[in-house]
């Protein structure tokens, strides 16, 4: 209901008649008027309130009959018609013409828009000095005011209730894109830092370890805080009681109703009023829920209900910026402060790695609707949304530092079986390719920080692209480095030098891919990932030593006579025996290891092929004829090229097997 803010308090029609009968009825009017000039003044008034109900033209009698008091008595009149229309929605009365009080205020439009106007008039007799003069009809004026406000304060607080539109998350949430990131944990020995991330499989299997990156707000969102048909009246109603003076009321009323519906919306948004004590005492898990919460929010709060709130305020209170500014502040200041108290809770609590990207979350939620708080809150309010955000900062970065300082004493001492990927290794690498999705805000924070390389870059081309580097790709560089050097001291645990590079070369490999199938890439370059593809070929020339040196030797000629004519039967007998036995060694426990890159593992397959086929085939074909022709030459030389090709295959499956000859003794 849109209420007028005029009326006549009385009206009139023509009757139609001569010159001559009009002037007989003011006649009849005066007469009447003159007649009860013994009466009492309070008669008298409403005598001519009646005659001016009647024809405007009327209330000229009364300048008429009191001569030089005309003036006066127009404005006594003009209030008492006001004054009853007032006095008529008074709920203190009890009067059977005082029946407004229990009617809605929406079903009255016009009595509404009388009772506008009938308060409009006194404050305009009031403000012009009609009546200042008769300290009675200031009394009654200052009455009916103070009853009329009452009446209003009244009103505005169940306007502002009753066109309350609820809050529709599920269309605010809608509107919310999600980013998910996941791990998976994996097995083997790590510390408990590093415990919960790993990969997801390609085939989707494992167990799985989430992270949401957080959530942006789509299109900009536009609500209806308050049925907009009730603005018009809530603005009709403050307009009046700040002509009044009775600002304060209005203004605490409003306050009062609006703070309580913002808590209620936080409580639709699934955000707690909790203490930074009760914050700190919950576990992880549940923590990271009410942390998602949070950031959704925090968006929703300041970009949807804080700035239509502030709408709302200007829409209200326009009479009075003053007005308009406490209103905002003041009910947006509990919605604030209780989002902001979580922030600080969370920024102040326990470090741990798991909760990076969390905090860095918030940081990124806070920061995005920093410069919509900046334009609408107050110096206090914004200071303290600053003052958490710088917190905030300070805990990612502080977080940060402790995951470097961590990868580089991870000091699990059990070698993984088979020379598979350190779960460290996973966790790390998984790790730094997330943060590279918050680059700008890491930028950010860790510009101008002076951390030493610690002898981690021994490579003057590294050395020279950090001239170009940002200070998020060089913490990241100096991190896969302390990684790749803690890798390296895990790789001693083993005792076979060769499943050492095996190890090594698995999760060197691994980070390669990482960095390469990431934007990782685009911050440590193509040369760092080139260097690292030779140091893994480096690692299979260093495996093929360690390993197969040992069957090579068992190839040479040394020691069994300088040609075939005159070679030793019993040396080769014994050479062919040390070859099989070494080979049959290999096959049982390097079809163990494990090679997770299937690339890698036919290149380490070709790379052995290649060096023990020819010099198999070689040295068979030097002395194979001297034992072909003797008894049981079988026993000696059990396989063929052929067979040995077939064997290498199965090698760094990760299954363990045993060789079965396929040569049959002759």
Excluded at 242 to 267: F, P
């Amino acid at each position: 209901m849109a209420a007028t803010t005029t009326t006549n308090i009385g009206g009139c029609g023509d009757d139609g008649g001569s010159g001559g009968g009009e002037d007989r009825v003011m006649a009849a009017a005066q007469q009447i008027l003159r007649s009860l000039n013994n009466t009492n003044k309070e008669v008298q008034d409403d005598m001519r309130l009646i005659f001016s109900s009647f024809d405007n033209r009327l209330s000229n009698i009364t300048r008429l009959i009191d001569g030089g008091n005309g003036q006066e008595n127009v404005s006594v009149t003009r209030f008492a018609a006001a004054e009853k229309v007032i006095l008529r929605w008074d709920s203190s009365t009890s009067d059977s013409g005082s029946n407004h009080h229990r009617q809605s205020w929406e079903d009255n439009p016009d009595e509404v828009a009388e009772f506008f106007a009938a308060i409009d008039e006194i404050l305009e007799l009031v403000e012009d000095s009609s009546i200042r003069n008769d300290d009675e009809l200031m009394d009654r004026a200052e009455n009916v005011i103070q009853l009329a406000m009452a009446r209003l304060e009244e009103e505005f607080r169940h306007i502002l209730i009753r066109n309350t539109v609820p809050l529709d998350a599920e269309r605010l949430y809608g509107s919310i894109r999600r980013v998910s990131l996941s791990f998976a944990s994996n097995e083997g020995e790590i510390d408990d830092e590093f415990a919960s991330f790993g990969e997801v499989d390609n085939d989707g299997s494992g167990s799985g370890c989430f992270h949401e990156r957080g959530a942006s707000l789509g299109d900009v969102m536009s609500v209806d805080l308050i049925n907009p048909d009730a603005v018009v009246d809530l603005k009709e109603i403050a307009d009046r009681m700040i002509r009044s003076s009775y600002e304060k009321e209005c203004v605490q009323v409003y306050c009062n109703v609006r703070r309580d519906c913002l808590d209620e919306c936080l409580v639709i948004l699934g955000v707690e009023k909790l203490s930074i004590e009760e914050v700190q005492r919950i576990e992880w898990r549940s923590l990271d829920e009410k942390i998602k919460k949070w950031i959704n929010a925090v968006k929703i709060a300041v970009r949807v209900l804080l700035t239509g709130e502030n709408k709302l305020c200007e829409l209200i209170f326009t009479g009075s910026e003053s007005s308009r500014e406490v209103c905002f502040n003041e009910t947006a200041k509990g919605c604030l402060t209780q989002l902001l108290n979580f922030g600080e809770a969370v920024a102040i609590g326990k470090r741990s790695s798991e909760k990076l990207f969390r905090i860095l979350d918030m940081c990124d939620a806070l920061a995005d609707v920093m410069p919509d708080l900046e334009m609408m809150i107050d110096e206090f309010l914004c200071t303290e949304a600053k003052g958490v955000l710088a917190m905030l900062g300070e805990a990612a970065k502080g977080t940060f530092v402790e995951f470097e300082n961590n990868v580089k004493s991870e000091i699990s001492k059990k070698p993984m079986a088979n020379g598979e990927i350190h779960p460290l290794t996973r966790y790390v690498m998984n790790y730094v390719k997330l943060l590279v999705d918050y680059s700008e805000t890491l930028n950010n924070l860790l510009e101008g920080d002076e951390i030493e390389s610690d002898g981690l870059l021994s490579d003057d081309i590294q050395r020279l692209q950090l001239e170009d580097m940002s200070a998020i790709g060089y913490r990241l560089l100096l991190l896969i480095s302390a990684l790749e050097k803690n890798l390296e001291e895990k790789s001693r645990l083993y005792d076979d030098g060769g499943l050492q590079y095996v190890f090594l070369m698995n999760n060197n490999l691994y980070i390669v891919q990482k960095v390469k199938d990431s934007d990782l890439r685009k911050l440590l370059g193509d040369p760092w990932i080139r260097k690292r593809r030779g140091q893994i070929r480096q690692y299979s020339t260093l495996y093929l030593r360690a390993s197969w040196s040992k069957v090579l030797s068992c190839l040479k000629d040394e020691g069994i006579g300088s040609s075939s004519n005159n070679a030793s039967k019993l040396a080769l007998k014994e050479r062919f025996k040390n070859f099989n036995a070494c080979f049959e060694e290999l096959y049982r426990v390097q079809t163990a290891w494990r090679v997770s890159d299937s690339q890698l593992r036919e290149e380490l397959r070709i790379s052995i092929s290649e060096k023990v086929l020819p010099a198999y085939r070689s040295f068979m074909g030097r002395f194979g004829s001297q034992l072909d022709s003797g008894r049981h030459a079988g026993k000696y030389i059990k396989y063929t090229p052929d067979d040995l090709e077939g064997y290498l295959s199965d090698l760094f499956e990760g299954s363990p097997n045993v060789l079965h000859p396929r040569r049959k003794s002759s």
